[in-house]
């Protein structure tokens, strides 16, 4: 019942099939639609992507730090990439994986390790430092970003600073 209304007849539910919009003349296909099998073969995702310090090579992540999806596969890709030469396409991949994490310093390390790869030493320790920030309770990433940072130091002639960051890497472990 319509609440203000009297009775309301209602139209029986069609069971036929409904085509908006208006029909257009044609050969109409009929046979069955095929379909590809759902699992064909398996992939697992590598835990972390090698050329990230992991906790048993002196920096990482603990199980309660592990990286997302998207980030994980960028960093994937961009390991991938930086290992077959294409440093331009790490490069990409690290910075996607940057605006997907702003704050994952796994990210930025790897960023600072392409970019010394790529002989920018200066853009290089930025990105280290700048990992630094938020690898907080991460020593053995602390570590691993000092030592980017000494060599990044070293490649621009600052032996001195880059001493005094080896002295903070060894500090940090």
Known sequence: MVPGG???ASAPISTGPITPGPITPGPIDTSPVQSAPINQGSYSMPSTPSGIPSANTGGGLSAD???DGPVLALLTTAQQQQASGDL???SSSLER???VAPREPQVLYRLAQVRMAQGDAPQAEQFARRGLTFANGRSALQA???????QAREKQGDSSGAALA???AKVSL
């Not at 691993?144 to 000494?150: D, K, Q, R, T, Y």
């Open 65 to 67: 730090e592990q990286l």
């Open 88 to 90: 331009n396409g790490a």
């Open 166 to 168: 080896r002295q903070k």
């Open 144 to 150: 691993s970003l000092w030592e980017l940072i000494a």
């Open 97 to 99: 994986a940057q605006r």
């Open 6 to 8: 009297g009775a309301v």
